[in-house]
């Protein structure tokens, strides 16, 4: 079975403060796509990151961070230096198979907020 | 460029109306997604468009009815619906829905009230 948790229900920082968003998965492929996606207010889901599973590199792009862990099956998303325009929910997904199609299974989401 | 656009944006509707959702991309992507997002829930697939060819229907009731005219194209057409079906519909593309070209980019949603 796939499946994805985000413990993380809700969290609150306050500007330029460091917050890291956890994602846990669970699949018996051995060769997955996991993603994050943040969804401002506005609703749009936005594209952040794609990693593959043989590529444990850790990426940094700007201020975002994410650290894979193929030991933990855990792919985490870090802040840095956190800005008021960061809150929105983010999701981790996980790619898999369905038959002969592809879809995502979804987290439930994490509600960052940030405090001016 | 990475946009997928939907029309309307808002839709109130009456449990008698018919109407339609619209999303179109011009990315020359060849799969298509439509999703239902309640609040503060993750979205639910409903339905995949590969080549123009329905490929998943996630057990969804009748009353709505996809449609793909063309690559570039999907409609979800409504009739009959619920109060229960209000919620955010989100439509995604992908440039393939095979692995390693399964990315999807979304649209801004339409926000659907069911009266």
């Known amino acids: 079975a796939q499946k994805v948790t985000q413990a993380q229900t809700e969290i609150s920082v306050v500007e330029k403060e460091d917050v890291t968003l956890d994602c846990v998965y669970e699949?018996?492929?051995?060769?997955?796509?996991l993603f994050w996606y943040k969804q401002p207010p506005s609703g749009e889901l936005v594209f952040l990151i794609r990693r593959n599973s043989f590529d444990e590199q850790n990426e940094i792009s700007g201020r975002y961070s994410w650290n894979f862990q193929k030991s933990t099956s855990s792919f985490n998303f870090t802040i840095t230096a956190s800005q008021v325009v960061d809150s929105a929910v983010y999701f981790c997904?996980?790619?898999?198979?369905?038959?002969?199609?592809?879809?995502?299974?979804f987290g439930s989401g994490t509600q960052l907020t940030v405090l001016p | 460029d990475t946009e997928v656009t939907q029309t309307p944006k808002h839709l109130v509707m009456g449990m008698t109306n018919k109407k339609s959702l619209k999303c179109e991309q011009h990315?020359?992507?060849?799969?298509m997604y439509w999703y239902k997002q309640k609040a503060k829930k993750p979205p639910e697939l409903m339905f995949v468009?590969?080549?123009?060819?329905?490929?998943i229907n996630e057990s969804v009731p009748s009353r709505f009815s996809p449609e793909c005219p063309n690559s570039s194209l999907l409609n979800l057409h409504l009739h009959a619906l619920q109060p229960e079906d209000s919620a955010l519909y989100l439509c995604?593309?992908?440039?393939?829905?095979?692995?390693?070209?399964?990315?999807?980019?979304f649209g801004p949603g339409t926000r659907l009230t069911v009266l």
């Open positions: 468009y590969s080549y123009e060819k329905l490929s």
């Open positions: 995604a593309s992908s440039p393939e829905n095979r692995i390693l070209t399964d990315t999807q980019y």
């Open positions: 997904a996980l790619s898999v198979s369905s038959g002969s199609a592809r879809q995502l299974t």
């Open positions: 990315m020359g992507h060849r799969a």
């Open positions: 699949t018996r492929d051995t060769t997955y796509y």
